[in-house]
């Protein structure tokens, strides 16, 4: 049994006659005929009753319409889903994304992306950088979108391995407590670790309890010279990705800033607390600068402004050449942060 004389059979029902039938799908009448009846042969029952008036189906026959029908249905369904795959509109693709590009740029990425192709599902992970990495080589995920200090030297290293895409910049931003009160001229601000004055003590400049700090639309820039002396969270260095701890090290290194201690902690998400509870400073990347907003945290410009990290999408050799991986890195490759 063909599809196409299921085709076949459900015209000549739906026509009433072969005649008809048959100019409809542009057959002779004389090879649907034979056609009908070598189905009636393969199923051992007949389909149809034939009168002057034309044609209708027997019980057996409406049976098969019905089926006919479904099973038509759904190959016309499957066909244009393929269809679909082949466009790039349909599909599933696996995005592991560090944590600070989840918060603000995956996001913005994922609304654009579903107004273009809804159909296609994507499935993001927030691991550290080198597990993203580790998940894409073992084929687990198909793309990895990283944060690096150093992108020359990081697409020489792995240009064998991985086609890289750019993803802009990252600026890095000041990330103080959220009652923090440091000026633009250095030293003018509370040192992490120690109480900030009463604003009822002699000399206090402090924000009474009952009263929030106040927060501004374009808030002022602290110098780097304030994180002299400061308490500064910095999360572990990995050798397979040299991101933000060797970028905020070299602008330390730059302009003689030495930090009174360092906070080593996992990844930028588990050093926040540290920065709300007012125990630490973080110099830290904010994507788009939207990232940081959801925490309780102070985000500031820092002047002069550190060399900003750079974010890149990985994927394995050749992966481009699937239909709905190159339409969601056309996305990005479009993205308004590129031509920054």
Request: aromatic residues 4%; charged residues 20%; proline residues 11%.
């Given at each position: 049994?063909?599809?196409?004389?299921?085709?076949?059979?459900?015209?000549?029902?739906?026509?009433?006659?072969?005649?008809?039938?048959?100019?409809?799908?542009?057959?002779?009448?004389?090879?649907?005929?034979?056609?009908?009846?070598?189905?009636?042969?393969?199923?051992?029952?007949?389909?149809?009753?034939?009168?002057?008036?034309?044609?209708?189906?027997?019980?057996?026959?409406?049976?098969?319409?019905?089926?006919?029908?479904?099973?038509?249905?759904?190959?016309?369904?499957?066909?244009?889903?393929?269809?679909?795959?082949?466009?790039?509109?349909?599909?599933?693709?696996?995005?592991?994304?560090?944590?600070?590009?989840?918060?603000?740029?995956?996001?913005?990425?994922?609304?654009?992306?579903?107004?273009?192709?809804?159909?296609?599902?994507?499935?993001?992970?927030?691991?550290?950088?080198?597990?993203?990495?580790?998940?894409?080589?073992?084929?687990?995920?198909?793309?990895?979108?990283?944060?690096?200090?150093?992108?020359?030297?990081?697409?020489?290293?792995?240009?064998?391995?991985?086609?890289?895409?750019?993803w802009g910049e990252v600026p890095?931003v000041a990330v103080l407590p959220?009652?923090?009160?440091?000026?633009?001229?250095?030293?003018?601000?509370?040192?992490?670790?120690?109480?900030?004055?009463?604003?009822?003590?002699?000399?206090?400049?402090?924000?009474?309890?009952?009263?929030?700090?106040?927060?501004?639309?374009?808030?002022?820039?602290?110098?780097?010279?304030?994180?002299?002396?400061?308490?500064?969270?910095?999360?572990?260095?990995?050798?397979?990705?040299?991101?933000?701890?060797?970028?905020?090290?070299?602008?330390?290194?730059?302009?003689?800033?030495?930090?009174?201690?360092?906070?080593?902690?996992?990844?930028?998400?588990?050093?926040?607390?540290?920065?709300?509870?007012?125990?630490?400073?973080?110099?830290?990347?904010?994507?788009?600068?939207?990232?940081?907003?959801?925490?309780?945290?102070?985000?500031?410009?820092?002047?002069?402004?550190?060399?900003?990290?750079?974010?890149?999408?990985?994927?394995?050799?050749?992966?481009?050449?699937?239909?709905?991986?190159?339409?969601?890195?056309?996305?990005?490759?479009?993205?308004?942060?590129?031509?920054?």
């Amino acid at each position: 049994m063909e599809l196409r004389t299921l085709r076949y059979f459900v015209a000549v029902v739906e026509a009433g006659s072969l005649t008809a039938a048959a100019a409809q799908l542009r057959l002779s009448q004389p090879s649907l005929s034979v056609a009908i009846s070598r189905l009636e042969t393969d199923v051992g029952v007949p389909l149809l009753t034939r009168s002057p008036r034309g044609v209708e189906p027997t019980a057996a026959g409406r049976f098969l319409l019905d089926a006919s029908s479904r099973v038509l249905g759904d190959v016309a369904e499957i066909t244009a889903t393929l269809g679909r795959f082949g466009a790039g509109l349909a599909g599933t693709i696996s995005l592991a994304a560090v944590p600070v590009l989840m918060w603000a740029r995956v996001p913005r990425l994922l609304r654009e992306f579903a107004a273009v192709a809804p159909d296609v599902e994507v499935r993001p992970v927030d691991p550290p950088p080198w597990a993203a990495i580790e998940l894409l080589q073992q084929g687990r995920v198909d793309l990895a979108a990283i944060l690096v200090a150093d992108p020359r030297r990081f697409s020489r290293r792995h240009r064998d391995e991985f086609d890289i895409l750019d993803w802009g910049e990252v600026p890095l931003v000041a990330v103080l407590p959220p009652d923090h009160g440091a000026a633009t001229d250095s030293g003018g601000g509370v040192r992490p670790g120690c109480a900030p004055p009463r604003s009822d003590a002699p000399g206090g400049i402090g924000v009474p309890e009952s009263e929030p700090p106040q927060r501004t639309a374009s808030p002022p820039a602290v110098s780097l010279r304030d994180f002299d002396g400061a308490t500064v969270v910095l999360p572990h260095r990995t050798a397979a990705v040299p991101s933000l701890p060797e970028a905020v090290e070299a602008t330390f290194r730059q302009y003689g800033v030495e930090p009174g201690a360092v906070r080593s902690v996992e990844t930028i998400q588990s050093g926040m607390p540290l920065i709300e509870a007012g125990l630490a400073w973080g110099l830290l990347p904010d994507p788009d600068r939207a990232s940081l907003a959801r925490f309780n945290v102070s985000v500031r410009p820092v002047t002069p402004a550190p060399k900003p990290l750079r974010a890149l999408v990985l994927m394995r050799r050749g992966a481009a050449t699937d239909p709905t991986l190159r339409r969601l890195l056309e996305r990005i490759e479009s993205d308004p942060v590129n031509r920054v």
